[in-house]
């Protein structure tokens, strides 16, 4: 199999991906975009000769055993994730945790433990909050105001509340 590594490579899997995903409508598309550096590709969407080219580019590219063996690979792995659960989740990751154990690759193991641990909820991710801005009733009113002027797509239909200054007593 070649190598994804080259820049030939490179542009052989992301031409495998682009066909896999159905990102482009067109070969000629998907091979301009896969091989920027194809001078010979410039202006397909408006030259005939060029969008032809890089057709033919594209149906070559597509019958190579690598590049569909790449696109085989890549339709396996979406398949897998249409059918992940929780528990396959799980699983996969104890296979690869074993797998990267028995070759004695640690820091990966471990990394895999933290990801297992995530994934079952021992983990919490947070963000500190550094600045707090408070504000008074006055203040949360005109803001909401300005951002349903700003954004009428937010719950126009929702009532105003009108905000009352209550002032203390001394």
């Known amino acids: 199999m070649s190598n994804k590594k080259s820049k030939n490579g490179a ?11 159905n990102r482009y409508s067109t070969l000629a598309e998907t091979y301009a975009e896969s091989f920027p550096g194809d001078e010979r590709t410039v202006g397909w969407e408006t030259d005939p000769e060029v969008k032809r080219y890089a ?5 070559k590219l ?3 055993e690598v590049v569909k063996a790449y696109i085989e690979e890549i339709q396996e792995d979406l398949r897998i994730l249409e059918n992940m659960t929780p528990e396959s989740y799980q699983a996969e990751l104890r296979r690869l945790q074993v797998d990267a154990e028995g070759v004695g690759d ?15 909820g021992f983990y919490v991710e947070r963000k500190e ?32 509340l009108e905000a009352k200054v209550i002032e203390e007593k001394e």
Do not use: C
């Open 129 to 160: 909050i550094t600045h707090v801005e408070v504000l008074n009733p006055i203040q949360i009113q005109e803001r909401m105001a300005k951002l349903l002027e700003e954004h009428p797509e937010i719950r126009s239909d929702l009532p105003v």
């Open 55 to 59: 057709s033919k580019m594209g149906r």
């Open 106 to 120: 640690i820091k990966t193991a471990s990394r895999i433990v933290e990801l297992r641990g995530k994934a079952m």
């Open 62 to 64: 597509v019958a190579k």
């Open 11 to 21: 542009a052989a899997w992301l031409f495998a991906q682009y066909i896999a995903y």
